[in-house]
C-alpha cells in the first residue's frame, strides 16, 4: 500500500511552507467523560504545511483533528485557527468551520443531493455566492478533481474513490485556507486510493495547509513536511519525514513503524 | 488452438462477450394460474376455499346493494317500489343518499353559497399542489401560502381584515425571528413566536375594527355551527394535518436538541398530549375551555376542535420524525458542520429532507388516522356526518335507515384515507428513484 503513490513525481519544490501561523493549539486536554483522550497536546501549524499524523487505533488522531473544527469540544488549553480561537461561541465555530475544510473516512456526502447540489450548497447559504458563481466554481474543482461528467449524478451512483474526491471538491468550493483528513483512503479500495492520493498531493503542491490522519505512509514520505506520531493521546514524536521513518526516536514510534511497515 | 484450451488449465479468452438482453418471462394467463394459485396440492386447497368464502360474501351482499332505489324519496316509497318490482324489501334504500346528499356534504351551509366551499375546495387543492407535486414556478408557492387564509375567508366570512391580521402575524413573526436571530438562536426563536402572540392578542382585533369600519369589505359571514357534514370532515382534517406538520417536526427538534429547557418543554407537551384521549382534549376544547378564556370571548368551536386536534396529531407526528431523525447518520450531521452550515441550515437542507423521507410511512399513518379520528366530533355536537346520521333519521321520511348512511359515509373515508395511503406510496418511490 505504501506504494500506491511513488509512480508519480511529486513537485515539493512547489510546497513552500510560511512564517504565518495557520492554526495554534496550546496545552489542550480533552475527556470522554472520564476518559483522558487527549492529553497536553501543544502544536503550531504553519501555513502551507502538510503536517501527516499517524499512530495506533483508539489513541485520538481523529479527536484531535475533529477539535480543530469543533466537531469534538475540547475541555481545557487553547486552539486558535487562523486568528480565531474556539471557544462556545457560536459565532467563532461557524467562522472557523468556512475557514477549514474536512473530508472524512466515509465521505458523509449528502445522499439527497446530487454532486453538483452537494458542491454549491455551503458556498450559496453560507457564503452568500450567487448560484450561477457556486455553480462555475463547483465545476472548476469537479474537473479538478477529474469528475465534471458526474456532477448531476447523484452520491450513491459513484463509486468510493469518486465519492472521496467529490467530498474533496465539495470542501474546496468553500475556498477553504486548511484541509482537514480523517483517513481518507482507509475505507477504499487499493485502486481508488491512488486516485483520491493524487488528488491530495495536487492540493499540496498547490500550497494548501494540510492536516492528514492517514496509515498511507508513502503519501507521508512523499508530501509531509512533518510526520506526527501520537499514541495513547498524547504526541509522542514528531520529526521531518525522512529522519521520522529512517531514525525513529522512541521505542513505541519503532514499535509502530516495524509494525506498519511489516518489519 | 482449442484442443490446447482443452488439455490445460491456462486460459485465454479470445473475444469478449457482446450485451444480451435478459431472458424474457414466458408469460400465459394458463401459466400464471399454474405458478400463482395452483402450484401444489395445498396451495390450490387454499385457493378453492378462499373463491368459495368471497363467492358467499358477495352473494350476500350484492343483491343487497344493488337495488332500484335511487330515485326513492323516503323509505316508505323505497318498499313501494322494491314491492312494486317483486323484489324482497331486505335491499338498500339508496334514495337517502341522492335526497339528503347536500346536507351530508355541506351540513346547514347556506344553500345560496355552496360555492363557497366548493371555490375552497379548489383553492386548496391549487395551493396544495406544488407542495405535494414539486416542481412549480417561485410565486405559485405565495399563492400556496396565501391560500389557508383565502380559504378561511371564503368558509367563514366575515370582513377580510380579521384573516389578513392573522397573516400579519406571521409575517411579523417571520420578521422579529429575521432581526433577532442575528444576536442569539434561542431569542430568534422565542421572538418569532412572542410577537405574532402579542400581536394577535392586543393589536389585531382593535386594527382589524378600525379597517373594517373604513373599508367594509367582505363576505356574508357564516357561523361554525353551520358547518357540517363532509365539509366540517374536511375543514378540521386538512386544517389539522396542514398545521400539525410543521408544529410536529419543530417539537421533534425540540425533542433532540441539546437545550435542556426546550428538550423538556417538548418531552412534557408530547407525552401529555399523547398520554390523555382524543375525546378527552375534544371536551376540554368544548367545556372547560370556557372557564379560562376571558367570560364574553366567543371563541369559535370549530377553531378550537382544530387546534385540540392538531395538538393531538402533532405529538404523534413528532414521535414519527424522531425515529426519521435517529436513523439519519451521524456522519450527516457533521458533514454539514464542517461545511460552516448553521444549525437551522443543516436542519432544512441536510437533516429534515432525509429524516422526513425515512419517517413518510409513519406521517402518513398519522394523518389517516386524524382524519377518521374527526369523526369524534360527534360527541361535542358538532355535525360531522356521522353526527347527521341521527338528524336524518329524526325525519319522518327517513325514520329507520341505518346502513346505508353509514355504508355510504365508510366508503367516502375509505377513497380519502385509501388515497392518501396511495400518495405516500407514491411519494415514497419518487424519492427512492431520485436518490438511489
Ligand atoms: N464519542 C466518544 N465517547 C467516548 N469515547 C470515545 C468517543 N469517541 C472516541 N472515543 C475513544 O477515544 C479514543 C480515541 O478515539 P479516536 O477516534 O480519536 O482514535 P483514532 O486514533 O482516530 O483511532 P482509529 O485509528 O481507530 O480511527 C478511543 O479509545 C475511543 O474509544
Ligand atoms: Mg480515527
Not at chain 2, 408469460?27 to 373463491?51: D, K, S, Y
Not at chain 2, 427538534?253 to 399523547?274: C, M, W, Y
Not at chain 2, 369524534?376 to 356521522?386: E, K, S
Amino acid at each position: 500500500m505504501s506504494e500506491a503513490v511513488t509512480d508519480r513525481t511529486v513537485n515539493r519544490s512547489a510546497m513552500q511552507v510560511s512564517d504565518e501561523v495557520a492554526i495554534e493549539i496550546n496545552s489542550m486536554n480533552k475527556w470522554y467523560g472520564t476518559f483522558h483522550v487527549l492529553r497536553d497536546i501543544n502544536l503550531t501549524v504553519n501555513q502551507g504545511e502538510r503536517i501527516v499524523i499517524c499512530g495506533p487505533s483508539g489513541s485520538g488522531k481523529s479527536t484531535l483533528i475533529r477539535c480543530i473544527n469543533r466537531l469534538e469540544e475540547h475541555q481545557s488549553g487553547q486552539i486558535i485557527v487562523e486568528g480565531t480561537e474556539l471557544s462556545s461561541d457560536l459565532k467563532n465555530i461557524d467562522k472557523v468551520r468556512s475557514e477549514v475544510g474536512m473530508c472524512f473516512q466515509h465521505f458523509n456526502l449528502f445522499p439527497h443531493l446530487t454532486i453538483m447540489e452537494n458542491c454549491t450548497l455551503a458556498p450559496i447559504w453560507v457564503r452568500k455566492t450567487p448560484k450561477k458563481e457556486a455553480e462555475a466554481t463547483a465545476m472548476h474543482f469537479l474537473e479538478k478533481v477529474k469528475i465534471p461528467e458526474q456532477a448531476n449524478k447523484y452520491p450513491g451512483q459513484l463509486s468510493g474513490g469518486q465519492q472521496q474526491r467529490v467530498a474533496i471538491a465539495r470542501s474546496l468550493c468553500m475556498k477553504p485556507r486548511i484541509m482537514l483528513f480523517d483517513e481518507p483512503t482507509s475505507a477504499l479500495d487499493p485502486e481508488m486510493i491512488k486516485e483520491v492520493l493524487d488528488t491530495m498531493i495536487e492540493l499540496a503542491e498547490e500550497g494548501m495547509t494540510m492536516l492528514c490522519v492517514t496509515h498511507e505512509m508513502g503519501f507521508a514520505q512523499a508530501v509531509a513536511n512533518r510526520v506526527i506520531f501520537m499514541d495513547q493521546g498524547q504526541i509522542v514524536e514528531q520529526n521531518e519525514p525522512h529522519a521520522f521513518f529512517n531514525n525513529p526516536q522512541s521505542e513505541r514510534t519503532k514499535l509502530f513503524l516495524s509494525q506498519i511497515l511489516g518489519h | 488452438m482449442s484442443d490446447t484450451h482443452a488439455q490445460t488449465v491456462a486460459y485465454v479468452r479470445e473475444g469478449m462477450l457482446e450485451q444480451q438482453a435478459p431472458p424474457t418471462k414466458e408469460a400465459g394467463a394458463i401459466r400464471w394460474l399454474r405458478e400463482n394459485l395452483f402450484p401444489t396440492w395445498l396451495n390450490a386447497i387454499m385457493t378453492l376455499v378462499a373463491i368459495y368464502v368471497i363467492w358467499y360474501l358477495l352473494s350476500g351482499l350484492l343483491p343487497w346493494i344493488i337495488s332500484p332505489t335511487w330515485f326513492s324519496g323516503s323509505l316508505s316509497e323505497c318498499r313501494e317500489i322494491l314491492t312494486g318490482a317483486g323484489q324482497s324489501t331486505h335491499q338498500a334504500c339508496w334514495g337517502v343518499i341522492r335526497d339528503r346528499w347536500d346536507q351530508l356534504v355541506f351540513g346547514f351551509y347556506p344553500q345560496e353559497l355552496y360555492w363557497r366551499p366548493v371555490l375552497a375546495l379548489v383553492v386548496l387543492l391549487a395551493g396544495l399542489a406544488p407542495i405535494l407535486f414539486g416542481r412549480f414556478p417561485k410565486w405559485f408557492l405565495g399563492f400556496s401560502m396565501a391560500s389557508p387564509f383565502i380559504i378561511f375567508l371564503l368558509l367563514w366570512g366575515g370582513p377580510i381584515w380579521f384573516p389578513v391580521m392573522v397573516a400579519l402575524g406571521f409575517v411579523l413573526g417571520a420578521v422579529a425571528f429575521r432581526s433577532a436571530v442575528r444576536f442569539n438562536q434561542i431569542v430568534g426563536v422565542l421572538a418569532a413566536i412572542l410577537v405574532p402572540i402579542l400581536f394577535w392578542l392586543f393589536l389585531a382585533e382593535p386594527i382589524a375594527d378600525a379597517l373594517t369600519s373604513v373599508l367594509p369589505i367582505g363576505l356574508e359571514s357564516i357561523s361554525s355551527k353551520q358547518f357540517g357534514g363532509f365539509l366540517l370532515s374536511i375543514v378540521i382534517g386538512v386544517a389539522a394535518i396542514v398545521l400539525s406538520l410543521p408544529l410536529g417536526i419543530m417539537l421533534a427538534l425540540g425533542r433532540a436538541s441539546d437545550l435542556f429547557i426546550v428538550t423538556k418543554l417538548s418531552v412534557g407537551f408530547i407525552e401529555i398530549i399523547r398520554g390523555v384521549p382524543l375525546i378527552v382534549w375534544l371536551f376540554t376544547a368544548s367545556l372547560l375551555l370556557n372557564y379560562f378564556l376571558p367570560p364574553g370571548t366567543n371563541f369559535d368551536l370549530t377553531l378550537r376542535v382544530i387546534i385540540m386536534v392538531t395538538l393531538f396529531s402533532a405529538a404523534y407526528i413528532a414521535e414519527v420524525v424522531r425515529g426519521g431523525l435517529a436513523a439519519v447518520p451521524k456522519g450527516q450531521y457533521e458533514g454539514a458542520d464542517s461545511l460552516g452550515l448553521s444549525y437551522w441550515q443543516s436542519m432544512q437542507l441536510i437533516v429534515l429532507p432525509q429524516a422526513l423521507k425515512i419517517s413518510i410511512p409513519g406521517i402518513v399513518n398519522t394523518f389517516i388516522g386524524l382524519f377518521k379520528d374527526t369523526t369524534l366530533v360527534l360527541f361535542i355536537g358538532l355535525l360531522d356526518p356521522l353526527g347527521l346520521t341521527s338528524t336524518i333519521r329524526a325525519s319522518t321520511d327517513w325514520n329507520g335507515i341505518y346502513w346505508e348512511l353509514y355504508v355510504f359515509i365508510g366508503l367516502m373515508f375509505f377513497i380519502a384515507c385509501f388515497s392518501m395511503g396511495r400518495y405516500s406510496l407514491h411519494l415514497e418511490k419518487k424519492l427512492q428513484r431520485e436518490h438511489r
